[in-house]
């Protein structure tokens, strides 16, 4: 029996490639957009859900339900970006961001375990993102989201376990997507006292993201997680270097740290 996937933000980038992979190896998949009328072409079906909007949670997952009759895989996929000195970002972009990228997925979250706990089985997994492990200067607020994503992965994970429901991370670093164009930008203020650090900072996301690769490297890693019987906390998928970054953050003391950092991003 095909197991039944729900991937959100599935028309684009990382969770198009995610669900169509999964999709190509025989699982029933449901992606999710906020205009899915406008991807009726995909080969899997795509349904109506805004992260932000718990009512067009409680539809799509009620339309899973009352055609397959179960869930068995949740990949919160569905993600914004943010940039901007923490000082000049306004409050209420931030707000909107952990909206998106940790309520929103939480929320989901919550919704299906009803039913994985009924069927006790499942598997959920959050996609973080290397920026998550680090507070990186100009995306501070990006970090802080994808950070609070992972940890509370790890508390889900414990209170989840005794219900035979699987919960992992996985954080991809820069690969070719069309994230930058939902990503709120505070602007570069041409008085700011920040104007050359984070305009040049700015040119150096935009440049990781013009080069960066596929990501059909997420989708195999969602498939190979899909297929394992227990699953690592969280997982990391990007080039060495950016992966390695991760394992500096543990072994480097933090302020060793921080100045590779400034000296990366020239701050």
Not at 235 to 245: D, E, N, T
């Given at each position: 029996m095909a197991q039944i996937v729900l991937v959100t933000g599935?028309?684009?980038g990382i969770g198009r490639s995610i669900a169509m992979l999964l999709h190509q190896h025989n699982f029933k998949v449901y992606g999710t957009s906020r205009q899915p009328e406008k991807y009726a072409d995909l080969p899997y079906a795509m349904l109506a859900l805004d992260v932000k909007k718990t009512d067009t949670m409680d539809a799509a997952l009620s339309e899973?339900?009352?055609r397959e009759g179960r869930i068995d895989v949740l990949i919160n996929n569905a993600?914004?970006?943010i940039t901007g000195p923490l000082e000049e970002t306004p409050i209420i972009e931030s707000k909107k961001a952990f909206d998106t990228n940790f309520f929103g997925p939480m929320a989901l979250i919550n919704k299906v375990l009803p039913t994985m706990r009924a069927q006790r089985s499942g598997c959920i997994i959050n996609i973080t993102s290397i920026a998550g492990y680090m507070g990186l200067p100009f995306r501070g607020v990006y970090s802080a989201t994808k950070?609070?994503?992972a940890l509370v992965t790890e508390a889900y994970r414990i209170e989840l376990a005794p219900f035979n429901i699987k919960v992992c991370s996985i954080a991809p670093g820069d690969f070719?997507?069309?994230i930058a164009a939902g990503r709120f930008h505070a602007p570069v203020l041409k008085e700011s006292d920040y104007a050359k650090t984070y305009g040049q900072t700015l040119t150096l996301i935009d440049s990781h993201v013009d080069h960066a690769p596929s990501p059909e490297p997420m989708a195999q890693k969602v498939l190979a997680i899909i297929?394992?019987?227990?699953?690592k906390p969280h997982?990391?998928?990007?080039?060495?270097?950016?992966?390695?970054?991760i394992v500096l953050k543990k072994l480097l003391p933090q302020k060793r740290y921080e100045k590779m950092l400034r000296n990366h991003y020239k701050v």
């Open positions: 599935a028309s684009s899973i339900l009352k993600g914004v970006g950070g609070a994503l070719s997507t069309n297929n394992t019987k227990d699953p997982y990391a998928v990007g080039s060495w270097l950016q992966r390695f970054s």
